[in-house]
């Protein structure tokens, strides 16, 4: 959903910078110094808006990035006109994010899954719940297109799991051919899948 | 090769331990004072064995754990009689590795390119090399089991970009769903890909 244009406010130029930060730096680097100077923001703002401090900004940042990627998923999914059709949407959105930061940029949900010890249990939980928004996004994207039920949980594990990978060496290798490559051999996968009866 | 038995030394802890800390907690846990707690080190080794300092302790980690897992991928390559033997093996080695630390241990060298900034670039640099050795494993093995060059190319980095992906939704999920979905999606397209002639 499209929002209301205006100048955007601290607290979702934090969120945004934190996000960034995220995905360029991974979690540690993602200091609550580094986001206000990154956003420009009041050093005062912060306990203002995130009285939580860093652990709130941080889920807000996941919270946004992963729920931003999960509407794009569902908008993919309802416009989609072929089992491939999901994936090469999703593997577009990475790769234009990768080639106009110069492969700097990756998953910020992924950054927090490396990073972050199991002493932090509620962000490790909201992680895991906007990941799995996302896979049944997928899955149900390739159930619409015909793929049966067991093979289209399958296939959404691989897609995410091959894209969230490649993403990773495309940054290390600063080059798309990784991204490329995964979306080659899926693709006639996926229409595969979609063609194939129930055994 | 294996390595003649007896105490391990000082400096081999503490690069185990650097590489552990990696796996589990990321690149900024993995500080001098966490591997020396790790390790039971004494504080004044780590001038002695790495008067790089941090960096040096963090470029033995990778350059360990990434050789030994490209000289097992190596070994997989030579006693593979299929296709699949190499991605079955490969993955059942992380597999072993999620379950036995109850869905902690990812992989060290991800966890430094996600955590990594540019400003880096030696570390960059060995991880970027360490992966291609990787890759030319995993490529060389499918074409030693009759995938065309250029397909083998594609596949092996679908391969690794999709294990390395599902090793962190693992361990998001804190179960091994993932990457056995990715094992079940890739094993019929590698034996599929080797049964195909050129085009």
Redesign the interface.
Known sequence: MPRAKGPRSTRDRMVDSAAVLLR??????TTIDAVLAHSSAPRGSVYHHFPGGRRELLAAAVTRAGGTLADRLHDYVDTADSPSAVLRRFASLWRSRLVATDY?S?CPL??V??????DEPEL?DL??TI?GRWTDELRGGLVDQGVPAARA???A??V???????V??C???GDA???D??V???EP?LESAARQTLP
């Open positions: 360029e730096y991974g979690t540690a680097a700097r990756g992924l950054a899954a490396v990073d972050h010890p199991a490790a992680v895991r990941i949980a399958t296939l594990a691989l995410l799991a091959s894209v969230e990978g490649a990773v060496l940054r290390v290798e051919t990784p991204l490559a995964v080659a051999e899926l996968l």
